[in-house]
Structure formats: structure tokens, C-alpha cells
């Protein structure tokens, strides 16, 4: 069970600080979330932390790539 951070992701730094196992690191060409520390928050929120505070609409994957981050302020237009 992890998350995933994929191609959109513009390194704002918002997730960063929130991620409670540190499980979210800086790589090229932008975020990851290393995949044996995430644990979705399950133990400690309600939510991912990483993807209710992320302003990039659909960077934040699940493990069936489904977007969980809200519609974002940053994503361009479909």
C-alpha cells in the first residue's frame, strides 16, 4: 500500500512537511514517495496528507493510478 507522485508534480514543497513517516523525498524531475514509508496515512489521518494539500490536480496516484489529490488550482485546462 503506497502512493505515488507522478509526471506534473512541480515541486512546490506543500507535501513535504505534511507526510508523517517521511516517506515523500526530492528526485529529478520532481517528487517521490518512497513506497516501504508511505502507508497512505491510514495510521494517522483520515486522508493522504500529501494529497489533500497538493494544488496539482491528479499528481498524486494511488496503486490503481486513480488521482487522489483534489481539483488543483495549478493544472492547466484538459
Not at 21 to 30: D, F, L, S
Not at 43 to 68: K, Y
Request: hydrophobic share 40%; charged share 15%.
Amino acid at each position: 500500500m503506497a502512493l505515488e507522485i507522478i509526471e506534473g508534480c512541480v515541486n512546490c514543497w506543500a507535501c513535504l512537511p505534511l507526510c508523517p513517516h517521511q516517506a515523500i523525498y526530492e528526485a529529478k524531475p520532481h517528487f517521490l514517495i518512497d513506497a516501504d514509508r508511505c502507508s497512505e496515512c491510514v495510521d494517522a489521518f483520515a486522508t493522504p496528507q500529501c494529497a489533500a494539500i497538493c494544488p496539482v490536480e491528479g499528481v498524486i496516484v494511488d496503486e490503481l493510478g486513480t488521482p487522489l489529490n483534489p481539483r488543483g488550482s495549478l493544472a492547466p485546462p484538459a
